[in-house]
């Protein structure tokens, strides 16, 4: 006659589990699968590179480009021989790193920058701290085209072709009584200047609140 052995229940799960996971090979932990590290450091990179990149390529898509071109320290220079007695307040519509604004703050000016690219805003708030120019200058992520003009003494500019027309109107409404203009690279092609430094790209154009007058009207004045 056969003897049957009893088998407690427990131990038949156990010896079944375990027969079910020889059977399967055990996936190794993420940090040890190279082809995730991998994607996931490109995917890291992309998204970084995008992140960065786009402040400075999103002005190409505007209306109106005005991509970031840092003056020469020439063209800094020649801004303030034009300006050469002059204070009060300054603004530099598109200020890029900051530079004109900081030799503007040295030189006693209350001095604004308007920026769009908040790469380039950021930049430029740690380094005026960094100098100790925090008090005389500050910039702000603005659109030059909804920024009211009419507060400012100096308005500085280093425009391109397709904007100096749009901006000539845009002064001849808001800039204040005896309050200046200085166009850097490109000037406003139908006005006549007061005073001029012409050194090729280092050129530099200032004109006053009658420079944006109609001729008619300035006849009369």
Not at 26 to 32: D, F, H, I, V
Not at 145 to 174: A, H, R
Request: glycine residues 8%; hydrophobic residues 40%.
């Amino acid at each position: 006659m056969k003897q049957f052995v009893s088998v407690p229940f427990e131990e038949m799960s156990l010896s079944r589990s375990d027969t079910s996971k020889a059977g399967k090979a055990e996936k190794p932990p993420w940090y040890r699968r190279p082809g995730l590290i991998a994607t996931g450091a490109v995917f890291a990179v992309v998204g970084g590179v995008y992140v960065v990149a786009m402040p400075f390529v999103t002005p190409a898509f505007r209306r109106i480009c005005l991509p970031f071109v840092p003056a020469t320290d020439q063209q800094v220079k020649n801004v303030f021989k034009l300006l050469q007695g002059r204070k009060g307040s300054l603004v530099d519509l598109g200020s890029g790193d900051g530079r004109l604004v900081f030799e503007a703050a040295k030189q006693g000016f209350h001095s604004t920058g308007y920026e769009l690219n908040l790469w380039l805003v950021w930049y430029s708030k740690m380094a005026a701290r960094r100098r100790g120019l925090h008090k005389m200058a500050s910039f702000y992520r603005r659109d030059l085209w909804k920024t009211d003009l009419s507060n400012y003494d100096q308005v500085v500019i280093f425009g391109v072709t397709q904007m100096m027309e749009p901006l000539k109107d845009k002064l001849s409404n808001e800039l204040k009584v005896g309050g200046q203009v200085v166009a850097c690279r490109f000037p406003f092609t139908d006005l006549t200047p007061i005073a001029a430094i012409e050194e090729g790209i280092d050129s530099a154009w200032l004109y006053d609140r009658t420079s944006f007058q109609p001729a008619e009207k300035h006849s009369k004045s």
